[in-house]
């Protein structure tokens, strides 16, 4: 069975930091793109950031880039998204996708993905 787990979301105030997690399981990360992605209520389901499965090229949403840092540790099978200076807009449900696929590239489209995990909340509020 192929599942992706997150974890690491939680309550911080703004400026504040968090690492979120994403354990696969069933398959490799060098054989799948990961990309995150968040949900604020009443808002559509955005693309965060991305990592490709050959060469761990990444992608950013303009809105986090330079705050956030996606990364992998292929040995773990788990990726990672650091999150620094966070900004209540930042608030919402995170998740991790994966996508089979051999591109150096990934792609931030919410369609283009596999399979999701359920998601992991993060709260930015003093």
């Known amino acids: 069975q192929l599942t992706v787990v997150e974890s690491g979301g939680g309550l911080v105030q703004p400026g504040g930091s968090l690492r979120l997690s994403c354990v696969a399981s069933?398959?490799?990360?060098?054989?799948?793109?990961i990309g995150w992605f968040r949900q604020a209520p009443g808002k559509e389901r955005e693309g965060v950031s991305c990592?490709?499965?050959?060469?761990?090229?990444?992608n950013y949403a303009d809105s986090v880039k330079g705050r956030f840092t996606i990364s992998r540790d292929i040995a773990k099978n788990t990726a990672y998204l650091q999150m620094n200076n966070l900004e209540p807009e930042d608030t919402g449900n995170y998740y991790c996708?994966?996508?089979?696929?051999?591109?150096?590239?990934?792609?931030?489209?919410?369609?283009?993905?596999?399979?999701w995990g359920r998601g992991t909340q993060v709260t930015v509020s003093s």
């Open positions: 996708a994966a996508l089979a696929t051999d591109r150096r590239w990934c792609p931030r489209v919410r369609a283009e993905y596999d399979f």
């Open positions: 069933g398959f490799t990360l060098e054989n799948y793109a």
């Open positions: 990592i490709s499965s050959r060469g761990g090229n990444t």
